[in-house]
């Protein structure tokens, strides 16, 4: 994480290290449901997981400074801490109902992987043009 963080700010770039970091966490997600029974591979894969997840978060939250401003940047900081809090309450029941429906936790992790996916593919693509030419220009 501080070495992400260290890398990120020496850069200018955000986007590309979320980006990377969220594939890099999907890429575990998906391989702890492919080998959901061999322990040992699956231990890594969720270090692979957890270390994505953990080592995109100082360059996400340098992300909302840069394209909000005084009561905006709090009010954007505030949305994306409820929805990361929401995810907390949603995900275990997800998590449940699928066990419920399919006896396994395993198609649960590549939907979260799948939706890791996607985030990272909204912070590469969904941000808005003038801050990918800020980050060009640093």
């Keep these: 994480m501080v070495v992400v963080g260290r890398l990120s700010d020496a850069s200018g770039e955000r986007r590309k290290f979320v980006f990377g970091l969220l594939l890099m966490s999907a890429l575990g997600f998906f391989a702890a449901g492919f080998f959901d029974k061999q322990t040992t591979l699956l231990v890594v894969a969720l270090a692979v997981m957890g270390a994505g997840v953990v080592a995109s978060i100082p360059a996400f939250w340098a992300l909302p400074p840069k394209l909000l401003t005084g009561a905006g940047a709090a009010g954007g900081i505030a ?7 929401l995810g907390g309450i949603v995900s275990p029941v997800m998590v449940g109902r699928v066990k419920d429906l399919t006896g396994s936790t395993t198609p649960a992790l590549y939907v979260i992987g799948a939706m890791s996916v996607v985030c990272a593919l909204i912070v590469l693509y969904g941000l808005p043009e003038s801050l990918r030419s800020r980050e060009t220009t640093q």
């Design 79 to 85: 949305l994306i801490n409820t929805l990361g809090q």
